[in-house]
């Protein structure tokens, strides 16, 4: 089963950047939508991102449309969530999560939290001065 491990969270200042990674092993890459989410302590997790493997289809929560960009390397079998113009409002627990699609298209797009098979084990960033 595939594998996820996230990296590249921590401290920056409002309106800097960050990138996050997801790294997968132990199945192929290309065969899951790859998503991102976060957690805010006392509320409910949020689909921030996420990018099928078959057409490149992306999605973006309102949240952070315009300053977050998600992408992805099937050869490296890495996916990136860079982030732009970062707020406070920002910090978050992040997790990346795969949903298998075995290559095919999905039902329902976004992909529902539900979906997704595999979840990687979080990584903190925070937003402040």
């Known amino acids: 089963q595939l594998q996820l491990v996230e990296s590249g969270g921590g401290l920056v200042q409002p309106g800097g950047s960050l990138s996050l990674s997801c790294v997968g092993s132990?199945?192929?890459?290309?065969?899951?939508?790859i998503g991102w989410f976060r957690h805010i302590q006392g509320k409910e997790r949020e689909g921030v991102s996420c990018?099928?493997?078959?057409?490149?289809?992306?999605y973006y929560a309102d949240s952070v449309k315009g300053r977050f960009t998600i992408s992805r390397d099937n050869v490296k079998n890495m996916a990136i969530l860079q982030m732009n113009s970062l707020k406070p409002e920002d910090t978050a627990d992040y997790y990346c999560?795969?949903?298998?699609?075995?290559?095919?298209?999905?039902?329902?797009?976004?992909?529902?939290?539900?979906?997704?098979?595999?979840w990687g084990q979080g990584i903190q960033v925070t937003v402040s001065s």
């Open positions: 990018m099928s493997a078959r057409d490149g289809r992306t």
């Open positions: 999560a795969a949903d298998y699609t075995g290559g095919l298209g999905t039902s329902v797009w976004p992909p529902p939290p539900y979906e997704y098979d595999v």
């Open positions: 132990g199945d192929t890459f290309n065969w899951y939508t």
